[in-house]
């Protein structure tokens, strides 16, 4: 019976992905360790929790020896690492945060793991990074493989590649098991209200204006989040330690096309609207610094020697999030705090009608 640790297991992808494991797996052993950020929500996972069917410890994965003691007391067998700072505009606003967590709270937790994995000798160490590591492409470039080059363009992909560089220093050194994923842009239910598509769903919901940075031609590869935590449970359980493995979703769109595709949805789905048709909303906006172009994934590898695909179409994705986004106004409501707005402020300054 696996015993697993799940870092970040109350934000996003990470919550997603306890969801999915307990649903999956019950019979597993299942520790989340979260130090509850903004970004992170004991809502998320909160009926989980009540019903046993994991451990919940608030604490920061830069905390050694709480680390030691939850690898000790709970036998963990396999830790799958969520935790991060990762929103890119922030990491702009204020970096700091961003090493302190992905790259020394990463170096923390495989030096705990390192010296739990001496005694045990068995497990796996699973590091969740992102295609952002590889940088920007143009109209021409192929996709990002496993074998594209690093060149991170904001401090919160230089951060996240500094961790995947450390983690795969801690294979070859040590001979640690570990496995990187790189995964481009997730999307679906839990996601934070900062993010493009929830933030798209909420302003439209509130007839708020819909800030698209500079033109609207940059690319994202989205993959609906089930997917993705598909892919870790195959990475989980037939990857090759030492290996990396790219996960995408074979849906390139441009932001602008995203944005009209969610406000065709809004229209057709949402019984009241304070603005119709919304996209009378969409406001274009100062660009973001250092703006990537474009992000794609070759996920050949994964498909080859895991057989794991993509089963979500973006159609399909985006439907069930804007369902998800109108049924539950009583996750998302609390988030929109006076924090939130001071973020929002600096970030977006006065848009018309923000
Ligand atoms: P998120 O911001 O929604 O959640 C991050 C979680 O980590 C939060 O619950 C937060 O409380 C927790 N956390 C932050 N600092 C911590 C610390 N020091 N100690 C313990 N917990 C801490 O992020 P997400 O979008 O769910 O992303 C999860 C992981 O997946 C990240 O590593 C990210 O780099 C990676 N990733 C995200 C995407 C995406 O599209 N969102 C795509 C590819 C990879
Ligand atoms: O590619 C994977 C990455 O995807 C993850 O590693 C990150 O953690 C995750 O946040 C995401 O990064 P992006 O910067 O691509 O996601 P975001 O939702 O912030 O922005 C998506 C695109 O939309 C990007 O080109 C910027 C643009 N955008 C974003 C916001 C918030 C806008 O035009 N307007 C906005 O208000």
């Known amino acids: 019976m696996p015993h697993l640790l799940i870092t970040g297991g109350a934000g996003f992808i990470g919550s997603n992905f306890v969801r999915y494991w307990c649903d999956r797996h019950p019979e597993d052993h299942v520790v989340v360790l979260d130090a509850l950020t903004y970004a992170g929500n004991r809502a998320n996972i909160a009926d989980l929790y009540e019903q046993g069917k994991l451990t919940f410890v608030q604490g920061n994965i830069c905390d050694r020896p709480l680390i030691d003691r939850l690898l000790r007391e709970h036998e963990i067998d396999t830790v799958a690492h969520f935790a991060a700072e990762s929103h890119v505009d922030r990491s702009i606003l204020g970096p700091e945060a961003f090493i302190q967590t992905n790259v020394v709270g990463t170096f923390t937790l495989l030096e705990a793991f390192r010296s739990h994995y001496a005694n045990q000798q068995r497990g796996r160490f699973l ?20 074998t594209t080059a690093y060149a991170p363009n904001s401090p919160y992909s230089a951060s996240k590649a500094g961790s995947d560089h450390l983690v795969r220093s801690y294979f070859h050194t040590y001979g640690l098991p570990t496995l990187i994923t790189n995964c481009s842009n997730n999307y679906g239910p839990y996601h934070f209200p900062e993010k493009l598509i929830p933030l798209m769903c909420i302003n439209i919901l509130l007839g708020k204006a819909l800030p ?56 057709e789905m949402a019984p009241q609207l304070p603005q119709r048709p919304s996209q009378e909303l969409i406001t274009f906006v100062r660009d973001r610094p250092g703006h990537d172009r474009r992000y794609a994934i070759d996920a050949t590898k994964i498909k080859t020697e895991l057989g794991w695909q993509p089963s979500v179409t973006v159609e399909e994705g985006l439907r069930r999030t804007v369902d998800w986004y109108l049924s539950h106004e009583q996750w998302w409501t609390p988030l929109l705090s006076q924090d939130y707005r001071e973020y929002y402020d600096q970030v977006y300054g006065a848009t018309p009608n923000s």
């Not at 295609?131 to 192929?142: H, K």
């Open 127 to 146: 590091h969740v990074s992102t295609d952002e590591v590889y940088g920007s492409l143009s109209p021409e470039d192929p996709p990002f493989s496993e």
């Open 212 to 267: 698209v940075y500079g033109d609207g031609q940059n690319v994202r590869d989205w993959l609906y989040v089930e997917d993705h935590c598909n892919a870790l449970d195959t990475v989980i359980s037939k990857g090759k330690p030492g290996q990396t493995y790219n996960i995408g979703g074979n849906n390139e769109v441009k932001n602008l096309d995203l944005v009209h595709l969610l406000c065709q949805l809004m229209d």
